[in-house]
């Protein structure tokens, strides 16, 4: 079994704790992820689009490396994956591919440009 750790927000004191979670195989690797302010907003449950419930992942968007060595920026994982973890399924995900040699902190900080 593979275990993935993931950023939540618990239950009981509204604190950022890791958990951890048993996934699937073909889970990619999340190379980078960033802070924007929706997910701030999602974690203090301000956010009308999308409910926040203590335990979920959180995180909106990302990079991760594929099994094969290919890059991608993803975003909008369903639930319950976040791109606070350890790893994502990419074919659940809607994500970009990107170019070799782009720094996956950078290409997190820009999204899908």
């Not at 979670?21 to 701030?40: F, H, M, R, Y």
């Not at 203090?44 to 060595?69: C, I, N, T, W």
């Amino acid at each position: 079994m593979i275990i993935m750790r993931q950023a939540i927000i618990d239950s009981a004191g509204n604190r950022l704790v890791i958990d951890e979670q048993p996934t699937g195989s073909g889970a990619a690797k999340v190379l980078a992820a960033a802070i924007n302010p929706v997910d701030l907003a999602i974690a203090g449950g301000h956010f009308p689009f999308r409910e926040y419930k203590p335990g979920q992942p959180l995180g909106l968007s990302g990079v991760a490396e594929a099994a094969d060595g290919s890059r991608y920026y993803f975003y909008n994982p369903p639930l319950p994956a976040g791109s606070f973890s350890d790893s994502i399924n990419l074919s659940q995900t809607p994500k970009v591919p990107l170019p070799e040699n782009l720094d996956p902190e950078l290409a997190a900080l820009l999204g899908p440009v």
